[in-house]
């Protein structure tokens, strides 16, 4: 990805500023809105811009899922390899959320589905009437209300619970970083490096172990496709809080291929 702008790196750390600026990835900070999104605007939950005679998202037991957002890429101006134009959607299943039932990791789309329209239609055009969608429980649902999204442009190093913090910054290093300061490094970069927001591309914020250090067939979803973290003035709790990530293989998002997607999930 193409990094337009430097990273500000807080004094405690000017030490690693070659080692940060190196790992910086472009990513769009997502912030709801109290303006109403229509059919075709980004958005959290709602009702999905649905072309008609398209079919509706069903997860593997052939239960209707809801939407939880949408992004109208023509808004939200995201960095290459992204693509610039088209509707991109996350649905997830009851099961996810319901009866405390946060299953923790998946790859096959059985229980979430990533859909991706590269041409829009008019609006006229779209389905208007989502009846079917009364008898899918809403109860824990992690979003309380539809609301659309307004995206800001930033760059950011790789974050405190990536994994790959320590390619740039050795685990030698940040030793002699706590020994030297007297100061952990770990808390120090956790406090600036978070990555806590929601968000589309940059680097994801876990809340235990990045598990992709664990497995090579896990570390080919390199890309964040979009994160969403609780947050209560938002009306956003997943669990008691949590937070959802997808990722997906940089060269096939290049391809516009959205079909192998990681849908992670974590809550305290």
Known sequence: ??????????????????QLHNSALSYSRLRPSRQKP?????????F??????????????????LLLAQINLAEANLPQPFPAVGMLQFFISET??????FTKGHRQQYHFKVCYYPFLVPEQSTQSD????????????????EVGLTFSQHVEPVSATDYRLHY???????????????????DIYFQHFSAADHKIGGYPYFIGKDERVYSSALQQ???????????????????????????INEKKLSQGDFSDVYFYIENY
């Open 96 to 101: 996810c959320y319901e009866h405390g039932q």
């Open 1 to 18: 990805m193409n990094i337009p702008m430097s990273i500000s790196v807080p004094k405690q750390l000017e030490c690693f500023s070659i």
């Open 130 to 145: 989502f009846f079917f969608l009364h008898d899918v429980s809403r109860h824990a649902f992690p979003i309380q209300q």
């Open 48 to 65: 999905p811009y649905l072309p008609k005679g398209a079919a509706y998202p069903k997860d593997v037991h052939g239960q209707f899922m």
């Open 38 to 46: 229509s059919i075709m605007n980004s958005k959290f939950a709602g």
């Open 221 to 247: 979803y390199d890309t964040l496709l979009l994160q969403i973290v609780s947050n209560d003035e938002q009306g956003i709790m997943w669990g008691d809080c949590g937070v959802i990530k997808f990722l």
């Open 168 to 186: 740039f910054v050795t685990p030698y290093l940040q030793e002699q970083f706590s020994n030297e300061y007297g100061q952990y490094f770990e």
